[in-house]
């Protein structure tokens, strides 16, 4: 059987945070803030994983309010979901994700992106894949207020 899961994640753009996208540091005079790295990219992957694999989302697993994730590197997380969907006995089959953000451009970046992701996905590069699109200057995405991800996942499920 193949199952799919969706995920979404946001976060809002600030001063003096790093920006990182994908587990790739994209230099930039703001970046993603919250509790842990904040890569927006790496959480929607990470929800849309769990939401294919029927295990819940990430604020359960890596809640905000637990201080072992402050400032966690968030393909570390990603790599640990990717081990759970394989105890959980199911294979990781693809994944696509699309970027959401006004500035900075990601095109430079992308081939980097897409190398991370598929590496901690243990994932061959064909099945991985990364979009990005701006917020048409509308919106919080177009004002530059922050940035959002959009991410699926299928996973083969041989129970
Ligand atoms: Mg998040």
Redesign the pocket.
Known sequence: MTRTGIGY?C?RLAEGRRLVIGGVEIPHERGLD?HSD?D?LS?AVIDALLGAAGLGD?GEHFPDTDERWRDADSIVLLEAVVAMIREAGMVLVNVDTTLLMETPKLAPYRAAVRERLALALGLEIGRVNVKATTGERIGFIGRGEGAAALATASVEDAG
């Open positions: 994640d976060h919250g904040s927006v959480h990430i």
